[in-house]
């Protein structure tokens, strides 16, 4: 990987670090202020939002960072794409949020769900738009590779939703002043962004027509398809938790979204892999660069590997420490769920950079019928289990149709000419986690406190964990060397 790809890598995961550090502490206020039932209603509506958020976003997001990217002849490309993604965004959004906000209105709401689901509606109709507009912002900095001025705006937006939203819950707002805490802090983040735009493109390209020879065909295929890719993305994220809140209740949907908030800190560094390779391979996809494209795909899917490895084996362990200390004791119930979700949350993060390359070419066909097999699969073993199993059914079956992602992604990458298996290492890195779960799992059983075991054996398990994967080759001399040399100056200056 460059550089540039490398300082994209490391500007998103260290601003989603930051997100979860601000949200660590705050999260199981916000869980024991709503409850969990109430909680089970939250994330059924945070559901509800991100596959909805599919059609609204129209594959502007994924559109704008991949075409703003790639090096054009026609004067004037970048602004221009910026100017069409815009309009497209809007056209998408704004009538998104009148049929919804009208479905509420006339009582489509009430039908399936209960009256108070109602203002909710409304709300996230209104969060649609305001994300909508961040979306854009975000895209086009990520896009012209300012990934270090993109990122900070979820710092910014989350660094105002907490104190809004637990403040609005306290005063017994429940799940709507959670909701209004996100329209808040969304539309201060989407004002920061354009006024960052306005520096590095002209803000008029929103109100100028494109030219004759602007390929509009190329880009609305590519969204249209996109919409279609991320569709079944989301129901794969999705299905569980949408099919559980009906079938078990809010209570149930509220221990297991406690479990998948817990498994999010899996995919902190493929999610930033993933967001960074679309518009970094696109540009190597244009050159005809595939060669790099090759050496790019196996260093980043090998790197997702170990480091996903890694957090498992010690949320493996700490589970049962970690979640009644964290969520309180009613919450014991989620250990279990997240302890099976482990297993194919990895597999579903290797998938993700092998994903956003493929994606990078714009062939999206093949894509979408990796990802449709996967959901497939999922959906039909969340429907078996779900009823007569709860929520360690719809982990057990969410687990198996995430690791299919992977299965069925390699074959994607394969038919579209890379390889993203060539420098994979899977024994060794296997070797490393079994190593290390022998030292700390019997570490922790032996500590007697909760918190001192959480102190303790998360740093001996890293010193474990590296010092085993050096051994066995997981990572050698040239892995070494090459971090080395694409740290910051002031990093290779300390070392002698």
Same mark, same amino acid.
């Given at each position: 990987?460059?550089?540039?790809?490398?300082?994209?890598?490391v500007?998103?995961?260290?601003?989603? !670090?930051?997100?979860?550090v601000l949200?660590?502490?705050?999260t199981?206020?916000?869980?024991?202020?709503?409850?969990?039932?109430?909680?089970?209603?939250?994330?059924f509506?945070?559901?509800?939002?991100?596959?909805?958020?599919v059609?609204?976003?129209g594959?502007?997001?994924?559109?704008?960072?991949?075409?703003?990217?790639?090096?054009?002849?026609?004067?004037?490309?970048q602004?221009?794409?910026?100017?069409?993604?815009?309009?497209v965004?809007?056209?998408?959004?704004?009538?998104?949020?009148?049929?919804?906000?009208l479905?509420?209105?006339v009582?489509?709401?009430e039908?399936?769900?209960?009256?108070?689901?109602?203002?909710?509606?409304?709300?996230?109709?209104v969060?649609?738009?305001?994300?909508?507009?961040?979306?854009?912002?975000?895209?086009?900095?990520?896009?012209?590779?300012?990934?270090?001025?993109?990122?900070p705006l979820?710092?910014?937006?989350?660094?105002f939703?907490? #104190?809004?939203?637990?403040?609005?819950?306290y005063t017994?707002?429940?799940?709507?002043?959670?909701?209004?805490?996100?329209?808040?802090?969304?539309?201060?983040?989407a004002?920061?962004?354009?006024?960052?735009?306005?520096?590095?493109?002209?803000?008029?390209?929103?109100?100028?027509?494109?030219p #004759?020879?602007?390929?509009?065909?190329?880009?609305?295929?590519?969204?249209?398809r996109?919409?279609?890719?991320?569709?079944?993305?989301n129901?794969?994220?999705?299905?569980?938790?949408?099919?559980?809140?009906?079938?078990?209740?809010?209570?149930?949907?509220?221990?297991?979204?406690?479990?998948?908030?817990?498994?999010?800190?899996?995919?902190?560094?493929p999610?930033?892999?993933?967001?960074?390779?679309?518009?970094?391979?696109?540009?190597?996809?244009?050159n005809?660069r595939r060669?790099?494209?090759?050496?790019?795909?196996a260093l980043?899917?090998?790197?997702?590997?170990?480091?996903?490895?890694l957090?498992c084996?010690?949320?493996a362990?700490?589970?049962?420490?970690? !979640?009644?200390?964290?969520?309180?004791?009613?919450f014991?119930a989620?250990?279990?769920?997240?302890q099976?979700?482990?297993?194919g949350?990895?597999?579903?993060?290797?998938?993700?950079?092998?994903?956003?390359?493929?994606?990078?070419?714009g062939t999206?066909?093949?894509?979408?019928y990796?990802?449709?097999?996967?959901?497939?699969?999922?959906? !039909?073993?969340?429907?078996?289990?779900?009823?007569?199993y709860?929520?360690n059914?719809?982990?057990?079956?969410t687990?198996?149709?995430?690791?299919?992602?992977?299965?069925?992604?390699?074959?994607?990458?394969r038919?579209?000419?890379?390889?993203?298996?060539?420098?994979f290492?899977?024994?060794r890195?296997?070797?490393t986690t079994?190593?290390?779960?022998?030292?700390?799992?019997?570490?922790?059983?032996?500590?007697?406190?909760?918190?001192?075991?959480?102190?303790?054996?998360? #740093?001996v398990?890293?010193v474990?964990?590296?010092?085993?994967?050096?051994?066995v080759?997981?990572?050698?001399d040239?892995?070494?060397?090459?971090?080395?040399?694409?740290?910051?100056?002031? !990093?290779?200056?300390?070392?002698?």
């Amino acid at each position: 990987m460059s550089r540039d790809i490398l300082r994209g890598i490391v500007s998103i995961a260290g601003s989603n !670090v930051a997100v979860m550090v601000l949200a660590f502490p705050l999260t199981p206020i916000l869980v024991r202020f709503l409850g969990s039932a109430q909680y089970g209603d939250y994330a059924f509506m945070l559901s509800f939002l991100s596959v909805a958020w599919v059609f609204v976003n129209g594959g502007v997001f994924d559109g704008m960072r991949k075409y703003i990217a790639e090096e054009r002849e026609m004067a004037n490309w970048q602004e221009y794409v910026f100017g069409f993604y815009f309009r497209v965004a809007l056209v998408f959004a704004v009538p998104s949020a009148l049929v919804i906000g009208l479905a509420a209105y006339v009582g489509v709401i009430e039908f399936a769900l209960d009256a108070t689901f109602r203002t909710y509606f409304y709300l996230i109709g209104v969060l649609i738009v305001a994300r909508q507009l961040r979306a854009v912002g975000r895209s086009v900095l990520m896009g012209l590779g300012d990934e270090h001025l993109s990122e900070p705006l979820l710092i910014l937006e989350k660094f105002f939703f907490w #104190p809004v939203a637990l403040g609005l819950v306290y005063t017994g707002l429940g799940v709507s002043g959670v909701l209004v805490g996100h329209i808040v802090a969304v539309l201060l983040s989407a004002t920061t962004a354009f006024v960052i735009l306005s520096r590095r493109v002209s803000i008029a390209a929103l109100f100028r027509r494109t030219p #004759p020879d602007f390929p509009r065909r190329t880009l609305v295929s590519f969204n249209n398809r996109t919409i279609v890719l991320m569709f079944l993305l989301n129901a794969l994220l999705y299905t569980d938790i949408l099919l559980l809140h009906p079938i078990a209740g809010s209570e149930q949907a509220g221990y297991y979204q406690a479990a998948i908030v817990i498994t999010d800190f899996l995919w902190l560094v493929p999610f930033a892999v993933q967001l960074t390779l679309l518009h970094s391979s696109s540009e190597l996809w244009s050159n005809g660069r595939r060669e790099r494209i090759n050496e790019v795909s196996a260093l980043a899917t090998r790197y997702v590997f170990l480091v996903t490895m890694l957090f498992c084996v010690g949320i493996a362990v700490l589970a049962d420490s970690f !979640v009644p200390l964290y969520y309180g004791g009613e919450f014991e119930a989620a250990i279990r769920p997240l302890q099976f979700l482990l297993i194919g949350v990895v597999g579903f993060a290797v998938a993700r950079p092998i994903f956003a390359i493929g994606q990078g070419k714009g062939t999206l066909r093949t894509l979408i019928y990796a990802t449709g097999a996967a959901v497939a699969f999922n959906l !039909v073993l969340n429907l078996l289990l779900i009823p007569r199993y709860g929520t360690n059914g719809a982990a057990v079956a969410t687990s198996i149709g995430y690791g299919s992602m992977l299965i069925f992604h390699v074959w994607s990458a394969r038919r579209l000419g890379f390889d993203p298996l060539g420098d994979f290492r899977f024994g060794r890195i296997l070797a490393t986690t079994v190593v290390t779960g022998v030292v700390i799992y019997p570490l922790d059983a032996v500590i007697g406190s909760p918190v001192v075991s959480l102190l303790l054996v998360p #740093p001996v398990g890293l010193v474990i964990f590296l010092l085993t994967a050096v051994t066995v080759g997981a990572i050698d001399d040239d892995d070494i060397i090459y971090m080395l040399e694409r740290s910051p100056e002031r !990093v290779q200056r300390m070392i002698p």
